[in-house]
């Protein structure tokens, strides 16, 4: 377990916050006290930063911005220490068709965020559920070349917890060398550029302000964090998380998302061991 620490970053969804979207009183009490001592705090999500993270932390009740927002996997940084954005690869044309291509067998209902609104075939109870959580407007199309008309940062699909392993062997099956595809909940599939992971934008991050890897804890639970919790000088995963996210984690939390795991785990592990 590492001594000096700098940086806290976490993912959000199954991991910061409650199956009920809540971040709990003592994980913003959690959150405030490292921000007393002068440790950055920062969230890591497939979320976009235009639309949803930038608002994230007032949204919450801070009263102060948090000091790095990764979005989209990875795609898209926010340096707030600089107040500087960075963009990373996007998906080409070409291969947003491929996608869409491979996908094809299983009929499911694509969907991708575009100039704000979140773009699919047809409006159903997973994207319903999803323009309501991330508070964006649904685009319906009746074309699948519309979801190619230009390079864009992922393409997800939502499938069921039952079907997902014969998905996931599929897309093994058809590799390719531009793009990759990961799991970030149990029921969703998102594709990327092969290079994308919020370990680029954290690292980049940590260069950009001479902050070493070794001195950041990271915390997620499901795939599309391995890299960043492998990075990081101390990557936990959450008690509720994915068996090859505890694979590769320096450490489990002892509770889970729903049971406040991330600040039983900080206050035990790091902030009453120095009297915070």
Same mark, same amino acid.
């Given at each position: 377990?590492?001594?000096?620490?700098?940086?806290?970053?976490? &993912?959000?969804?199954?991991?910061? $916050?409650?199956?009920?979207?809540?971040?709990?009183? =003592?994980?913003?009490?959690?959150?405030?006290?490292? =921000?007393?001592?002068?440790?950055?705090?920062?969230?890591?999500?497939?979320?976009?930063?235009?639309?949803? +993270?930038? /608002? %994230?932390?007032?949204?919450?009740?801070?009263?102060? &911005?948090?000091?790095?927002?990764?979005?989209?996997?990875?795609?898209?940084?926010?340096?707030?220490?600089?107040?500087?954005? *960075?963009?990373?690869?996007?998906?080409?044309?070409?291969?947003?068709?491929?996608?869409?291509?491979?996908?094809?067998? *299983?009929?499911?209902? !694509? @969907?991708?965020?575009?100039?704000?609104?979140?773009?699919?075939?047809?409006?159903?109870?997973?994207?319903?559920?999803?323009? /309501?959580?991330?508070?964006?407007? $649904?685009?319906?199309?009746?074309?699948?070349?519309? *979801?190619?008309?230009?390079?864009?940062?992922?393409?997800? @699909?939502?499938?069921?917890?039952?079907?997902?392993?014969?998905?996931?062997?599929?897309?093994?099956? =058809? !590799?390719?060398? =531009?793009?990759?595809?990961?799991?970030? %909940?149990?029921?969703? +599939?998102?594709?990327?550029? %092969?290079r994308v992971s919020k370990a680029v934008a954290l690292k980049a991050?940590?260069?950009?302000?001479?902050? !070493? +890897?070794?001195?950041?804890?990271? *915390?997620?639970?499901?795939?599309?964090?391995?890299?960043?919790?492998?990075?990081?000088?101390?990557?936990?995963?959450?008690?509720?998380?994915?068996?090859?996210?505890?694979? $590769?984690?320096?450490?489990?939390?002892?509770?889970?998302?729903?049971?406040?795991?991330?600040?039983?785990y900080m206050e035990k592990h790091f902030l009453k061991p120095r009297?915070?």
């Amino acid at each position: 377990m590492i001594q000096d620490f700098h940086l806290v970053i976490c &993912d959000i969804d199954s991991t910061l $916050i409650t199956s009920n979207r809540i971040l709990t009183e =003592h994980a913003m009490d959690v959150i405030r006290r490292l =921000h007393a001592h002068g440790v950055y705090f920062g969230i890591a999500s497939g979320r976009s930063i235009d639309q949803q +993270l930038h /608002k %994230q932390a007032r949204d919450w009740g801070f009263d102060f &911005d948090f000091e790095v927002l990764i979005g989209m996997n990875g795609s898209e940084l926010w340096d707030g220490i600089h107040q500087k954005r *960075f963009d990373y690869y996007k998906l080409k044309k070409e291969w947003i068709r491929e996608i869409l291509e491979l996908m094809a067998p *299983f009929n499911l209902n !694509p @969907f991708m965020y575009v100039k704000d609104k979140m773009m699919c075939l047809r409006v159903d109870e997973a994207t319903e559920r999803s323009s /309501k959580k991330n508070r964006t407007d $649904i685009l319906v199309v009746d074309d699948l070349s519309e *979801f190619y008309a230009e390079e864009n940062a992922k393409i997800m @699909f939502r499938t069921t917890e039952e079907e997902m392993e014969g998905i996931e062997d599929y897309v093994r099956q =058809h !590799p390719s060398p =531009h793009f990759k595809a990961f799991k970030t %909940q149990t029921t969703m +599939l998102e594709f990327t550029d %092969q290079r994308v992971s919020k370990a680029v934008a954290l690292k980049a991050f940590c260069e950009m302000n001479k902050l !070493p +890897l070794e001195q950041v804890i990271s *915390f997620g639970d499901m795939s599309n964090d391995n890299e960043m919790l492998e990075c990081s000088g101390w990557g936990v995963c959450m008690a509720n998380g994915s068996e090859d996210t505890k694979a $590769i984690a320096d450490d489990i939390t002892e509770l889970t998302n729903d049971e406040d795991g991330f600040a039983e785990y900080m206050e035990k592990h790091f902030l009453k061991p120095r009297g915070w």
